[in-house]
C-alpha cells in the first residue's frame, strides 16, 4: 500500500458541510458535499432522464433538484439523511426558492458549481456536462446560505 492511500485511509472525515437555517421549516439542516459514489448516481440519474429525452417534462426536472436535496441533506442533530426516496413528491411541492437552494448548496459543496466543468476541463464527460448543465439551469445560485425566512 503507498503512502498516500495510507494517508488518506487514516485521514479525518473531509466531506465538506454546511450548517442551514430553513426558516420556513423552522429548522436548519446540515448540507454535505457527495461522495463519489453518490456524485456516479447523480450523474447516473441526469443520464437516464436525457436518454429517455424527459428533460422537457418539468416533474423530472423538478426531481433533479429533489434528489440531490434527499442525498445531501442530514439531520445536524443525529447525522441521518433528513429524508428519503418516499420524500421526492413532498420536496417536489416545496418553494423552489428552499429546495433549489439547498440543491445549489450540495452541488457547490460537491464541487459541480458554476465553475465545476473549467476545473473538469475537456476531459468532462457528456452525462457530467449535462448534470452541470441541469444544475445551472434549475437552481438558484446558491451564493448564500440563507434561505428565506418568513
Same mark, same amino acid.
Given at each position: 500500500?503507498? /503512502?498516500?492511500?495510507?494517508? &488518506?485511509?487514516?485521514?479525518?472525515?473531509?466531506?465538506?458541510?454546511?450548517?442551514?437555517?430553513?426558516?420556513?421549516?423552522?429548522? $436548519?439542516?446540515? &448540507? /454535505?458535499?457527495? $461522495?463519489?459514489?453518490?456524485?456516479?448516481?447523480?450523474?447516473?440519474?441526469?443520464?437516464?432522464?436525457?436518454?429517455?429525452?424527459?428533460?422537457?417534462?418539468?416533474?423530472?426536472?423538478?426531481?433533479?433538484?429533489?434528489?440531490?436535496?434527499?442525498?445531501?441533506?442530514?439531520?445536524?442533530?443525529?447525522? =441521518?439523511?433528513?429524508?428519503?426516496?418516499?420524500?421526492?413528491?413532498? !420536496?417536489? =411541492?416545496?418553494?423552489?426558492?428552499?429546495?433549489?437552494?439547498?440543491?445549489?448548496?450540495?452541488? /457547490?459543496?460537491?464541487?459541480?458549481?458554476?465553475?465545476?466543468?473549467? /476545473?473538469?476541463?475537456?476531459?468532462?464527460?457528456?452525462?457530467?456536462? $449535462?448534470?452541470?448543465? &441541469?444544475?445551472?439551469?434549475?437552481? $438558484?445560485?446558491?451564493?448564500?446560505?440563507? !434561505?428565506?425566512? =418568513?
Amino acid at each position: 500500500m503507498s /503512502r498516500i492511500s495510507e494517508k &488518506v485511509r487514516a485521514a479525518k472525515d473531509v466531506t465538506q458541510k454546511e450548517l442551514v437555517p430553513v426558516g420556513d421549516w423552522d429548522t $436548519t439542516v446540515e &448540507v /454535505r458535499g457527495m $461522495t463519489v459514489g453518490d456524485r456516479a448516481s447523480y450523474f447516473a440519474h441526469i443520464a437516464e432522464i436525457q436518454r429517455e429525452g424527459n428533460f422537457t417534462k418539468d416533474e423530472d426536472m423538478q426531481a433533479v433538484d429533489a434528489h440531490v436535496v434527499i442525498n445531501c441533506v442530514f439531520d445536524p442533530d443525529d447525522g =441521518n439523511h433528513a429524508f428519503t426516496e418516499d420524500d421526492v413528491d413532498m !420536496l417536489v =411541492n416545496q418553494p423552489a426558492a428552499i429546495v433549489g437552494t439547498l440543491a445549489s448548496i450540495a452541488l /457547490r459543496l460537491s464541487g459541480l458549481d458554476g465553475k465545476a466543468e473549467e /476545473r473538469l476541463g475537456k476531459g468532462c464527460s457528456t452525462s457530467a456536462k $449535462t448534470a452541470l448543465k &441541469v444544475m445551472e439551469s434549475s437552481s $438558484t445560485d446558491g451564493s448564500s446560505s440563507d !434561505l428565506p425566512v =418568513n
